[in-house]
């Protein structure tokens, strides 16, 4: 009888992945994580996401935008390239997205493309939100010059069979009256477009170019008096295919109330047009001490808020931060305290979530990720490795969401 039953089970279970909708995926999990916690919690907040997906499908949209906003675990892209490489394969490539010039500010870049300048530039990170003489944008990292002669060459990588060959190139940047004009030229420094202002959006600026490239150089032109200074937020690179986009936005050390205070971020997030929003923060406030659940609550909904203003229905998604360690060798209980923190808050406002927490196997965790070398030396962060199994796991919980949505609409 259990026998007739297991292939019962199994004929079920290949008839519903061979549904022309659903997408397949699987993930090979080490012993120490917990594969039947691996799934979205209220995965129902997030249907109106997958119906867009499935239009995209069908022809009905061009493009579907993913918001990830996290702090050092999300800036090496490592996480969010597994969602951006396996949804643009099952949906369609419609560019590399938002590209952050990190390296030009002097920190850790994504792995997929390059950001180099002839001259250095002033940058801060929006966790000094301190420092009044820096403002914030999109990327998180603000780069700015005096010096007209300076320039920002922007490379993106391909990788099979993914093109992220781009026909648009926007900027996010200061455009009042003082900034340098700006304008693309091409690997032999041939003039390809002047960047034209969009006059409803404010600080952004945009070029269609002559054909598609992988490489373009942002140079500074002194055209008037008035003009002294460039500052740059990041910038957005597309194709003119329909698919998928999914932008990453890491900071290194950042937490909830600093993206609130950044001035620019939510305006220019609406230029994204997110239908989806995964918001991965937690780690940063977990350090903190004394820890205050009251002020990490109300900052977390600040930020919620703020991010329900970008476009209207969009989906939002909390994933509660991984276990980690504090001052090196020390489990950290506060990691704990955040992760109730989250699921009790997405739970009391109709937002899904992602336990990585629980799954990864929650408090004290962090030694088995570190013994097996998924966890670096300093019990915070992970190895590539780590953030790539971590991005897995993520995508391995979409995809059953998605797939029980899609198997549930068909019927």
């Known amino acids: 009888m259990k026998f007739r039953f297991a292939i019962l089970f199994y004929i079920i279970s290949l008839s519903a992945f061979a549904h022309a909708d659903t997408l397949t995926f699987q993930v090979n999990y080490p012993t120490f994580v917990h594969p039947n916690r691996n799934d979205i919690v209220n995965e129902s907040a997030l249907h109106s996401f997958f119906e867009r997906l499935l ?32 949804l643009q394969k099952a949906f369609g490539n419609a560019g590399r997205g938002l590209i952050i010039p990190i ?207 970008t476009k209207p229905g969009t989906a939002i998604l909390l994933t509660t931060p991984p276990d980690s360690y504090y001052s090196r060798k020390y489990y950290n209980p506060s990691i704990a305290s955040m992760h109730e923190i989250i699921v009790t808050y997405a739970s009391n406002n109709n937002l899904a979530v992602w336990d990585l927490f629980s799954m990864a196997g929650g408090y004290k965790s962090c030694y088995q990720w570190k013994k097996y070398g998924y966890m670096r030396r300093d019990g915070v962060h992970f190895t590539r490795a780590g953030y790539e199994l971590q991005g897995s796991l993520l995508y391995q919980a979409f995809v059953n969401a998605f797939n029980q949505y899609a198997t549930s609409r068909s019927k």
């Open 55 to 86: 239009n995209l499908k069908s022809g009905e949209n061009n493009k579907v935008n993913i918001l990830h906003i996290g702090d050092s675990h999300i800036q090496p892209d490592y996480i969010t390239a597994v969602m951006r490489t396996n």
């Open 103 to 309: 390296k030009v500010a002097n920190s850790n870049e994504a792995f997929n493309y390059k950001t180099s300048s002839n001259l250095p530039w002033n940058r801060k990170r929006l966790v000094y939100t301190n420092d009044s003489s820096f403002v914030y944008g999109i990327g998180g990292h603000t780069i700015r010059t005096d010096n007209d002669s300076a320039y920002i060459k922007i490379n993106t990588f391909n990788y099979a069979p993914l093109n992220y060959a781009f026909t648009k190139f926007s900027v996010f940047h200061l455009s009042d009256s003082t900034a340098f004009t700006m304008l693309l030229t091409d690997t032999a420094d041939t003039f390809l477009e002047l960047l034209k202002t969009e006059v409803e959006i404010p600080n952004f600026s945009t070029a269609v170019l002559p054909s598609e490239t992988n490489e373009v150089t942002l140079r500074l032109l002194k055209a008037d008096t008035l003009q002294k200074q460039a500052t740059i937020f990041g910038f957005l690179a597309e194709n003119d295919s329909a698919g998928v986009l999914v932008h990453a936005v890491g900071v290194n050390g950042a937490e909830a109330f600093q993206f609130v205070q950044a001035k620019h971020f939510a305006e220019q997030a609406k230029v994204l047009s997110p239908d989806l929003i995964i918001v991965s923060l937690g780690t940063n406030e977990a350090q903190r001490r004394p820890f205050d659940r009251a002020l990490t609550e109300a900052r977390l909904d600040s930020l919620i808020q703020i991010l329900r203003t």
